[in-house]
């Protein structure tokens, strides 16, 4: 076996080549694992593990308490050295693809609250607090929760309020919405890694 630590970042399983982010492994469900590590051939197993974090030696007097509990620094590095119980399974599967071009998406959702509407415009407020960033994200198109899309038409005085436009009439209790995406990429330290070892990026099924 080759044990390595990894920062993972989690994906939803879909058939195109974007993949929405996770915040977390969802239990019971498939997903995806994204991480840098060195080489490895496909299909090969992957077992993931958390690891408990040990609390280090009492130093100064009021941490005397503690010290049944405490251990000391020279076992934790042995404990590293070496399997043992204080990795718990977290999930099993195997190694899908080696794809450094693999797009991971995070989505981001900015709301906002109708406070002035006529059939299919409005004034939304509390999405943005400036007028130049209604400019801005002006181009980005816009959607509520009761299945209207509209656009936004300009920026409305100077606290952030905006005049929007919508394919239908719109509710005072409606709630305007706008997704944002931008690509993410595993975490990368470089001391994981000798100064000589390749890494790529890997992306492992569980």
Request: hydrophobic share 35%; glycine share 6%; charged share 25%.
């Amino acid at each position: 076996f080759r044990r390595f630590k990894a920062k993972p970042i989690y994906s939803q399983d879909c058939k195109s080549n974007k993949f929405k982010t996770d915040r977390f492994l969802r239990t019971g469900v498939w997903g995806f694992a994204s991480f840098y590590c060195r080489m490895i051939l496909t299909p090969s197993t992957i077992l993931m593990f958390r690891e408990k974090t040990l609390k280090p030696a009492a130093e100064s007097p009021d941490d005397l308490d503690d010290l049944d509990e405490a251990v000391p620094q020279s076992a934790v590095a042995r404990l590293e050295e070496s399997y043992d119980p204080y990795r718990t399974l977290m999930a099993s599967g195997t190694l899908a693809s080696i794809d450094p071009d693999r797009l991971l998406i995070k989505r981001v959702l900015l709301t906002g609250a109708p406070i002035s509407v006529s059939k299919r415009l409005a004034v939304v407020r509390h999405m943005f607090f400036r007028p130049e960033d209604v400019r801005w994200f002006k181009p980005v198109e816009l959607w509520t929760k009761h299945g209207l899309t509209g656009h936004i038409l300009d920026a409305h005085g100077t606290k952030g309020y905006m005049k929007c436009s919508f394919n239908g009439h719109i509710k005072n209790h409606d709630t305007v919405c706008m997704s944002l995406y931008k690509r993410q990429y595993p975490p990368f330290e470089a001391r994981d890694f000798d100064s000589d070892a390749w890494a790529t990026q890997g992306t492992a099924g569980y």
